[in-house]
């Protein structure tokens, strides 16, 4: 667990009741996140949020790489049962809940999607499915999700992920942890800096990547700024491959992120901010009911206006997964 609250940013009851006032309007002007209109407007209504929240909606702590926004407005009540799976969601599905999400992720950047994964939406339903639960999805269930940065294997992959607590009886834990907390030597980090491995896409986006070309091998940790950067995802990295140098690096940094790692709780109306440069996330595993009332997390990625990444990155072919830009 992370000791005190530096990583909580709580919202006031006032402030929260507002924000349940003009999410309700916006909801009955616009339906939904799937309105052209809606997503035209989005920064304006945004702006709108009290600004105690828009100031909470800041990044998150270099160092630590997320944040939990805690007090937003979700009334479990209100909710009908826990979809099927993401598919089961419909668009009208907790329509308020996705739109909330939208305005505080436009806060931090721009929303986005893949058409690849959830038929392109933009706003994600994590939920058990049944016939998933070993697997290395949001849709598992009786494994550990292992710890990785979201979509690893696009160069435009999210710079912050949004996670929104709407059930969670069962307290199951979300696993972080930061590259830049870990105790990493400079010969495992020129190590780890090198292009030698590639990161396939996860089953989510299909199993058939053949026709996207070679996998471009890539580096998983690089120096920014304002720390080292990482891209991880060792469930879909053919460490198989890797020589014996790379190997010993690439578990020592495993053994480093476990070390570090983190386990948050969130519940219903706690939103999770991650930052996808530097922190890894997972799920601790859990016995899925799917009568209802499982665990039921909203999730969006966000895109930052200049990531520091590679310039190499540019030359990758994101094994043909493209972008779903509502703005474009």
Known sequence: MIHGDRHVRNISHDDAAQVRTLVGKVTAEYSEVTNPL??????????????????????????????????LPVDEGELGPTPASWSAADHWCAAEQDI???????????????????????VHDIVPARGSEREQTGASSSVLLTPHTEDAFHPRRANYLMLGCLRNPDRVGTTAASVRQTELNNADIAILSRADLPILPDSSYGEDHSGAGVPPPVATVWRKNDGLGLRYDPAYTPLARASPEYGAAYRRLGAELERVSHTIVLNPGEFLVLDNDAVVHGRVPFTARYDGTDRWIKRVNIRAARPERPDAEAREHGYGQEVVDPYA
């Open 38 to 71: 809606f997503v035209e407007h989005a920064s304006a209504l945004a702006g709108k949020l009290p600004t105690a929240v828009l100031h909470a909606c800041r990044p998150p702590d270099p160092t630590l790489g997320l944040v939990v926004l805690r007090g």
């Open 100 to 122: 909330l999400l939208f305005l505080l992720a436009t806060v931090m950047g721009r929303v986005f999607g893949w058409a690849g994964q959830q038929d392109g939406r933009l």
